[in-house]
């Protein structure tokens, strides 16, 4: 069953296969023309089964967390074949001074802007860095979080709560309400600019690699 999910299509609004139309990991290896480096499994539940599927297709690589995780002495670790993805720290969410912890693209244009600049968090967290060998960094945002706030805009197609925690059942309603909302254009300019301010400084300071890169470096 797994291994067909990753063979054809999906159908959005029904949850079941399209079965005379590509989808899932050989569509992309279709369309790339090689098999993805990374293939991924939300759920802790369905992930040792369909681990070694994915590697059988060719995947290398698998992220088991989410932000970081990496033994700082070991940081090349393996699962059911597949290269769980280093991250040391990540430049994507952390609490200022009497806040919880947020998302530095939902603060870097209000009151807390001066403790949300994803470039300055990155410098203090590689001062800080004490092991021998260079970090591996990871820095998360969505491509929907430079231009809409609020929800994820799917989350009401398949899920009941803005947390999605509840999810709903097929049929599932693709037109369901988008729980998100443009950011106003100054918001959005902001976020631009901390955003293209840290890829220039990496760019100019560090080694930026690709996952590809990442299973070279680990000798897979």
């Known amino acids: 069953m797994l291994r067909d999910y990753e063979t054809y299509r999906l159908d ?21 023309g090689r098999p993805p480096v990374v293939a991924s499994v939300p759920s802790h539940k369905w992930r040792d089964p369909i681990l070694p599927i994915y590697a059988e297709l060719g995947a290398r690589m698998t992220v088991v967390y989410h932000e970081t995780g990496t033994d700082p002495e070991n940081p090349f670790q393996w699962v059911h074949g597949l290269l769980v993805r280093p991250s040391d720290f990540s430049i994507t969410r952390w609490r200022a001074p009497g806040t919880e912890e947020l998302f530095w693209w939902n603060a870097i244009n209000g009151p807390l802007a001066e403790f949300y600049d994803p470039l300055t968090h990155l410098q203090e967290e590689l001062a800080a860095w004490t092991y021998p060998r260079p970090p591996f960094i990871t820095v998360l945002i969505h491509e929907n979080n430079f231009y809409r706030a609020g ?11 803005v947390e999605r925690r509840i999810p709903r059942r097929p049929p599932y309603d693709l037109d369901a309400p988008d729980p998100s909302q443009p950011r106003p254009p100054e918001e959005r300019a902001a976020i631009w600019a901390a955003y293209e301010a840290l890829v220039a400084y990496a760019a100019e300071n560090l080694c930026v690699v690709t996952s590809e890169d990442i299973v070279r470096l680990a000798g897979g």
């Open 12 to 32: 959005l609004v029904t949850g079941g296969l399209v079965r005379d139309q590509p989808g899932g990991f050989t569509l992309l290896e279709k369309v790339f």
């Open 151 to 161: 929800g994820t805009p799917w989350a009401a197609i398949f899920y009941q709560d």
